[in-house]
């Protein structure tokens, strides 16, 4: 039905109204100045205000609220105003006041149906949850999910109550307790939303959708907690319990909090679960583990604004990526390029190789596909960006070139050479290489102005960091190109001086130095991995050596041992593991056993005949093998930002919590170096160094911050 429209006046900031003839209201929220919409304090009291006066209007038989930014609905509420609670009742305060809004919107007389496009967050999806109707765009754009739980928090605007009367209460928990996000057309099939569209007719099918449920035509089936759930509730909220604590290990409080939330405010009313959801949110809101994170998020915005080269640097634009080696780290390049919508050329030396490389893409789109993350077309339309070639043919037009071939100098040069004899001058070439210094690499090159590093971590279509390793000789331009396409790429993107080891692998390498020597002198290994996993890492170091390679994990450690000599000696007993054949996880022998499918079972005992004192292992005190790897780290770290290797403390967090998998909780190495002082951290080396070695020796940064009082921060 087409209708004239007469725009009605608003004293509001960020809200404009349009009122049809059929009395359907249309808000458009588009927040003045600003890329997303966030609910920030003073939003939320215009939209208080704005209801209030619509609460009165006759005129007015539906509303339908939607955004005026091109790809977000809203992406949450504003975290600055998060940042300023002082107190937990200062939390549930704030809380409670985004509720009440929230429960009047729910409660006006004429339905409100949420036309959603773009990001739909936090508490936007608190905001549409409170509507009485949710039509979603089918736009690759649009996604719904609660990610309070990264912050340290739990949602605070009614997402724990509505959310599983809404859906029930497995699905609940799959969005409440990961952060998980979910496209829309996922969201319909989970009911969060009742309708998906193409986004060129969002508008019209949500006020036709307004029009019938002020006619009483259309009424919502809503699944709510199923009758199978309600007989489990006591298996439901045990089960979720005690993943839970396997999967955080008692580090972050949130998961745990929202279970609780959810368990008690489903079995009572909505208004009393809204007052236990704000009390518990305003004691998670000032715990030292949501500020870290919060901080954590921070810095991942600042970051995309300082990137790393001169302010003004125009990064050339990717139309073609050619990528050479087709083993895992190449092939997952290669996945990560066609996703990012390049086509891509992948070179290897036989067709085996090629075919394998090949293979390890698609299993990882099938692997999206099977869980509904990728459409059959777009799973088609990724594969059909990709080709292969056994020369560099192909190559001519590439603009950038990935090398992910064996960590061996002489290879990587030679390919250099090739690449530079393949391709065109402005050809950035980028080396995928987790120790060797780029300017070794590009020592003999043709133009080094294009050469840098892109260290990227497996497996790389999981792993969200990229390491851009730059020379003296690297031009500004081609290190934007590099930048700009890794985010394209989706990562977070460091940029980091060239050096041995650069950031991620030399800080590594002393931590897996010291966990080697724990299990040299008899520490059990299991022990060495289930104490660093309870101290927050996700995989323990001697299970993360497995995984890589021993045979990787060696030449890393020649190149770094080359380059900083003694204090990054790795002990003699590991080569004589990889005398053994003892690879790790690839080749189903390492330091623990593998199935067929190459899952971990348990400790192989047959290695411990390789290491002094043989099978006879004498239990460490878990403290002990804690303070020995993490201080070996966050030592490290203090001497790559010393020595300039890294750009900032943020940059050294960010990289170790998204590259090594350093607890997030912690908020990085240089968080957790200033929660814990300068002092301290001294004191403790100090102690390790008296017991161990020079290899303790305090960074002298430390040194000085200790003796000046100063922190990172």
């Excluded at 789109?365 to 070639?389: D, I």
């Excluded at 021993?550 to 030449?555: E, F, N, Q, T, W």
Aim: charged share 25%; aromatic share 6%.
């Amino acid at each position: 039905m087409t209708t004239a429209t007469a725009p009605v006046a608003s004293a509001a900031r960020a809200f404009t109204q349009e009122l049809a003839g059929d009395g359907i209201l249309v808000l458009t929220l588009d927040v003045p100045g600003e890329k997303v919409n966030t609910l920030g304090k003073a939003l939320m009291q215009e939209l208080h205000d704005l209801l209030g006066e619509i609460e009165k209007r006759t005129d007015v038989r539906g509303i339908v609220l939607r955004s005026g930014k091109p790809d977000n609905f809203i992406a949450g509420a504003d975290i600055k105003d998060f940042t300023a609670i002082r107190s937990s009742l200062e939390g549930e305060t704030l809380s409670r006041q985004g509720q009440a809004i929230l429960d009047r919107l729910e409660a006006l007389r004429m339905p409100v149906v949420a036309a959603i496009h773009g990001s739909c967050m936090g508490g936007g999806l608190e905001t549409v949850l409170a509507c009485r109707y949710r039509v979603a765009s089918d736009h690759p754009r649009t996604a719904l999910g609660l990610p309070e739980v990264n912050l340290g928090i739990i949602p605070g605007m009614g997402g724990t109550q509505r959310l599983p009367r809404l859906v029930g209460l497995a699905t609940a928990f799959d969005l409440i307790l990961t952060g998980r996000t979910l496209k829309a057309s996922r969201a319909l099939r989970a009911g969060v939303v009742d309708e998906v569209v193409p986004p060129s007719i969002l508008l019209e099918v949500a006020r036709r959708a307004a029009v019938r449920l002020a006619e009483g035509s259309l009424v919502p089936a809503r699944r709510g907690i199923p009758l199978s759930e309600r007989l489990l509730r006591p298996v439901i909220f045990s089960r979720a319990r005690s993943t839970v604590r396997v999967k955080t290990h008692g580090h972050y409080p949130a998961p745990l909090a929202a279970i609780d939330v959810v368990e008690k405010g489903t079995s009572t009313s909505l208004a009393e679960g809204l007052k236990l959801e704000a009390a518990r949110f305003g004691e998670l809101s000032v715990t030292d583990v949501s500020r870290a994170l919060v901080t954590m998020f921070f810095a991942l915005q600042e970051i995309k604004k300082d990137a790393g080269y001169p302010e003004g640097t125009e990064a050339r634009e990717v139309h073609k990526l050619g990528v050479v080696g087709a083993g895992l780290m190449g092939a997952g390049i290669a996945a990560g390029g066609a996703e990012a919508g390049v086509p891509v050329r992948l070179k290897d030396t036989t067709t085996d190789a090629l075919g394998r490389g090949l293979r390890y893409v698609r299993e990882v789109f099938e692997e999206r596909l099977e869980r509904r993350s990728l459409t059959k077309y777009e799973f088609a339309e990724r594969m059909n960006r990709l080709s292969a070639s056994l020369d560099y043919t192909g190559f001519r037009h590439a603009d950038l070139v990935i090398e992910a071939v064996f960590e061996d100098l002489d290879l990587k040069r030679k390919v250099l050479a090739e690449v530079e004899a393949a391709t065109g001058k402005d050809c950035v070439f980028a080396s995928n290489t987790s120790s060797l210094p780029i300017g070794e690499i590009a020592r003999d090159s043709w133009r080094p102005s294009r050469v840098l590093g892109m260290h990227f971590f497996s497996p790389v279509h999981k792993m969200p960091l990229l390491e851009v390793i730059v020379t003296p000789q690297t031009d500004a331009w081609a290190t934007a190109t590099a930048v700009q396409f890794g985010r394209r790429m989706g990562k977070h993107v460091i940029v980091v001086r060239d050096g041995p080891g650069f950031y991620t692998s030399r800080a590594l390498a002393p931590y897996m130095n010291e966990a080697a020597r724990l299990v040299e002198e008899g520490a059990p290994i299991e022990d060495v991995d289930r104490a660093m996993v309870d101290f927050g890492f996700p995989v323990g170091p001697i299970t993360l050596l497995d995984e890589v390679g021993i045979d990787v994990g060696a030449k890393v450690a020649k190149s770094l041992y080359h380059a900083f000599g003694a204090r990054m000696a790795p002990p003699e007993s590991m080569a004589r593991v990889m005398d053994d054949g003892r690879l790790g996880r690839k080749n189903k022998r390492g330091f623990y056993l593998y199935d067929e499918a190459g899952k971990k079972k348990g400790v192989d005992g047959s290695v411990y005949a390789r290491l002094p004192g043989g099978g006879a292992r004498k239990p460490v005190e878990a403290r002990a093998i804690q303070e020995r790897l993490a201080f070996a780290f966050l030592n490290e770290a203090a001497l790559c930002l010393q020595e300039g290797i890294l750009r900032s403390p943020r940059d050294g967090d960010v990289g170790a919590i998204f590259g090594l998998g350093f607890p997030p909780f912690l908020g990085g190495p240089f968080r957790y170096l200033d929660h814990l002082g300068a002092r301290f951290a001294v004191e403790v080396l100090e102690r390790l160094r008296a017991q161990h070695g020079e290899r303790f020796a305090p960074a002298p940064i430390l040194v000085e911050r200790a003796r000046e009082g100063r922190t990172f921060y």
